[in-house]
């Protein structure tokens, strides 16, 4: 799909002349890796397969309590997009290819070293905080020896309380 689109965008930019519309792919190619989380309006409701109704005022997809949590959560994403957009963008300009090259050879590989770097961040910043909780996150299956007996111990200590209550 992410091909499909990438050589759409470039055919049209490419043909109309339209650099804003690769400016847009990138934004949008960014915020999708960064997983922000769209805030604005629930466009389901007013988009849909059958008929769209261009008419329709879509809906707040989050009350203002839940709004304000995401926007919280994801204000460090959003200060990261901000900054790699216009970088990129600025590295398109003066890549001189198609987009489809840019994605593969800068896009992509800029987008992995920065969730490397989110990644190492996040461990740097909340990892103990997190195992005080008794939280261990392993995302990549990477344990521990220590880790792999705590979790173990956890599992059948659970298992034992289960078995008490029956």
Known sequence: MLLEVTLWVDKVA??????????????????????????????VRTCRDEDPNQTEQPYPRYS??????????DAHLRARLEELVPDLISQ???????????????LI??????????K??????????????????????????GE????EEEETDVEEESDEEY
């Open 14 to 43: 490419d043909s109309l002349g339209h650099s804003r519309l690769v400016s847009g792919y990138i934004r949008l190619f960014v915020f999708s890796y960064l997983e922000i989380r769209h805030t604005c309006c629930d466009t």
């Open 64 to 73: 203002p309590k839940e709004l304000r949590r995401i926007t919280k959560e």
């Open 92 to 106: 398109y300009d003066s890549f001189g290819g198609q987009l489809q090259d840019f994605v593969i050879d800068v």
């Open 109 to 118: 590989p800029t987008m992995r070293r920065t969730a490397k770097e989110l």
């Open 120 to 145: 190492e961040e996040d461990e740097a910043l909340y990892a103990a905080g997190r195992r005080e909780l008794g939280v261990i996150m392993n995302e990549d299956g990477d344990k521990t020896e």
């Open 148 to 151: 792999s007996i705590e979790v």
